[in-house]
């Protein structure tokens, strides 16, 4: 099986930051979209950055709109993880974030239909 392990959350002040970090065991890395979801109180869990398979130039990284220019995304291969470094925090982004990877079956047949895996999650308080 493969496990997602999320690590980095707790409790800032709004115009912090803190760096979440996603380490996958148990798998081939490079082959899986990784993503980082949130869900706050009362809401519909959330895409909130995106980075693709793959490596070199051929990554892509994406971000919503509301944590553009706050959050980067970034993975690293060699070490089987991905990051999502959250500048400027704002008490709406309070969440649980989620480390999901998604297997890129357009681009690698060793994928199945609709694998995917959830970590279980890191809570993300922005409070003074």
């Known amino acids: 099986q493969v496990q997602l392990v999320e690590s980095g959350g707790g409790l800032v002040q709004p115009g912090g930051s803190l760096r979440l970090s996603c380490e996958a065991r148990?798998?081939?890395?490079?082959?899986?979209?990784m993503n980082w979801y949130r869900q706050a109180p009362g809401k519909q869990r959330e895409l909130v950055a995106s980075?693709?398979?793959?490596?070199?130039?051929?990554?892509?990284?994406n971000v919503v709109d509301s944590v553009k220019g706050r959050f980067t995304i970034s993975r690293d291969n060699a070490k089987n993880t991905v990051s999502l470094q959250m500048n400027r925090l704002q008490p709406e982004d309070t969440a649980v974030y989620y480390c999901n990877a998604d297997c890129d079956k357009g681009k690698f047949l060793i994928c199945r239909d609709n694998e995917n895996y959830w970590g279980q999650g890191t809570q993300v308080t922005v409070s003074s």
């Open positions: 980075v693709s398979s793959g490596m070199g130039s051929g990554v892509i990284t």
């Open positions: 148990g798998s081939i890395f490079t082959i899986y979209n």
